[in-house]
C-alpha cells in the first residue's frame, strides 16, 4: 500500500492535541482541559434560526462565496469592530471553519519554494499547510519573556529574499499572548518595505481580556497586503457548525474562491442562515461568554501561580501557558504522567512546535467546577513531583 501514498502526506505527523484526546476519551472519570472547545451551548437565537431554516426548506446550495446575506453581516461586522471597510461582493469568502481559510489562502498565494514565516508556538495546521500547498516553513521562536509576542528584531532576522507570507496568529493559541498596538506598529513598516503578505488568524478576535482586539489589517497601507481570517466556533460557541471566513484583497480572494468552489463548493447553508442571526444579535452572547472566561482565566492565573507553576498571564484566547521546566522532564512525560496517575489531561507544548517544550497548553474554556477538580488533581501531582526532587 505504501507504492500508493504520496511522500508529502506521509511524512507530515498527526495532530498532537488529538492524541491525548482519544486517550481521555476512553478513560473514566478523566478530566480533559486539552480541548479548545467553548463549553458554552451556540445560544439559543442562533440555533433557532439554523433550525427555521431547514423548516423553511433552505436546504440548497449557496453562492460558492457564500450567502450574500452573512457577507453583508460579515462586512457590518469588520467595520464596526476592527475598523476595516470590505466589499461584501469581492472581498469575502465564506469558508468551511478558519482551517479551510488557512488552508486555501496558502494554496492561493504559494509558489514552490515560496517561504513563509511561522511564529510558534502556534496553531498545529500552519504549518502542514504550508507543506502541503507547496511552500518552505520557516520557524521564529516567541520567547516566554516576550510574553510570546511577535518582536521587529524577529521578524528581521527570519526574512530572506524568498520570503511571501507571514503568518500572525494572535491572540494565540497555544500560549494565550496577543500583539498590542505598540507592538503592531512595531512590525507594520517591516512588512511593507519587505512587501510581505500577512495571513492574520483572529479567531480569538472576541476573547481578549486588556483591551479590544486590534486587527493589522486596519493600520495604512496593511489592508491590501493581509488576508484576515475569523470565524464563528470560539466567539459564538459554533465549533460543530463548520463555518469560517477570510478577508482580503479582491485579486487573491478571488483565487482563493476558485479552490474553494472545486474543493468544497460551498459552506454548510444551514450553518451559514445561523451565522446571519450571531452577527447581527450575539454581541450580548459574546460578551458574557467573554466575561465568564476572563473569571475562570484570573482563576486559573491565580492557582498555578499559587502551586508554584510559572506562568505569564495571558489575555487572549482561552489557553495558559505554563512552564513546568523545573520538573526535568519533558512536555510529553509531565502530560502522560499526569493523565496517568490523577487522570487529567493537558497538551504538551511540542504540540504546538519545539519551541513549546518545558510548556503546556491548559484550555479554560471549561466549567468553573471542572476547572477546580483539575486543579486540585494538578497539585496533588506538583505536590508529588517536588517531594520526590527533594528526596
Known amino acids: 500500500m505504501r507504492n500508493f501514498l504520496s511522500d508529502k502526506i506521509v511524512q507530515i505527523e498527526p495532530s498532537g492535541i488529538r492524541k491525548f484526546f482519544d486517550i481521555v476519551s476512553e478513560m473514566k472519570d478523566a ?5 479548545g472547545e467553548p463549553d458554552f451551548d451556540t445560544p439559543w437565537h442562533i440555533r433557532e434560526e439554523g433550525i427555521y431554516s431547514l423548516e423553511k426548506g433552505k436546504t440548497f446550495y449557496t453562492s460558492n462565496a457564500g450567502l450574500k446575506e452573512l457577507r453583508v453581516e460579515i462586512c457590518n ?27 486555501v489562502a496558502l494554496r492561493a498565494v504559494l509558489n514552490p519554494g515560496d517561504e513563509v514565516l511561522i511564529p510558534q508556538p502556534s ?13 518552505e ?32 496568529p494572535f491572540p494565540n493559541n497555544p500560549t494565550g499572548a496577543i500583539m498590542r498596538k505598540q507592538d503592531l506598529e512595531a512590525i507594520v513598516d517591516v512588512i511593507i518595505e519587505k512587501d510581505l503578505l500577512v495571513i492574520s488568524d483572529e479567531i480569538y478576535s472576541e ?9 493589522i489589517a486596519s493600520f495604512p497601507g496593511m489592508k491590501e497586503r493581509t488576508i484576515l481570517i475569523n470565524g464563528f466556533s470560539k466567539s459564538y ?11 482580503g484583497p479582491k485579486e487573491i480572494l478571488s483565487q482563493m474562491l476558485k479552490i474553494h468552489q472545486f474543493a468544497i463548493m460551498c459552506a454548510p447553508t444551514t450553518s451559514q442562515y445561523a451565522a446571519v442571526s450571531a452577527l447581527r444579535n450575539g454581541d450580548s452572547d459574546v460578551d458574557q461568554m467573554r466575561e465568564a472566561y476572563n473569571q475562570r482565566r484570573r482563576y486559573m492565573v491565580h492557582t498555578l501561580r499559587e502551586m508554584g507553576l510559572e506562568c505569564f498571564e495571558p489575555f487572549g484566547a482561552f489557553y495558559i501557558f505554563p512552564s513546568i521546566k523545573k520538573f526535568g522532564m519533558s512536555s510529553e ?18 504540540a504546538f512546535g519545539a519551541c513549546g517544550e518545558g510548556f503546556l497548553r491548559i484550555s479554560y474554556a471549561y466549567s468553573l467546577e471542572d476547572l477546580k477538580k483539575a486543579l486540585e488533581r494538578i497539585r496533588h501531582f506538583v505536590e508529588r513531583l517536588e517531594e520526590k526532587n527533594k528526596n
Open 31 to 35: 478530566i480533559s482541559l486539552g480541548v
Open 237 to 247: 460557541a459554533m465549533t460543530g457548525w463548520r463555518l469560517g471566513y477570510a478577508a
Open 207 to 215: 476573547l481578549s481580556y486588556a483591551k479590544p482586539h486590534i486587527t
Open 333 to 350: 512525560q509531565f502530560a502522560s504522567k499526569l493523565l496517568e496517575e490523577e487522570k487529567v489531561a493537558v497538551v504538551p507544548g511540542t
Open 77 to 103: 461586522y469588520l467595520n464596526r469592530r476592527c475598523q476595516v471597510t470590505y466589499d461584501y461582493q469581492k472581498e469575502i469568502l465564506i469558508t468551511v471553519g478558519g482551517s479551510e481559510a488557512i488552508d
Open 137 to 168: 516553513p520557516v520557524i521564529i521562536e516567541l520567547k516566554e519573556e516576550d510574553e510570546f509576542r511577535l518582536t521587529r528584531q524577529q521578524l528581521l532576522d527570519a526574512i530572506t529574499p524568498k520570503t511571501k507570507v507571514l503568518f500572525l
Open 123 to 135: 496553531f498545529v495546521s500552519y504549518l502542514p499547510c504550508t507543506i502541503l500547498a507547496g511552500g
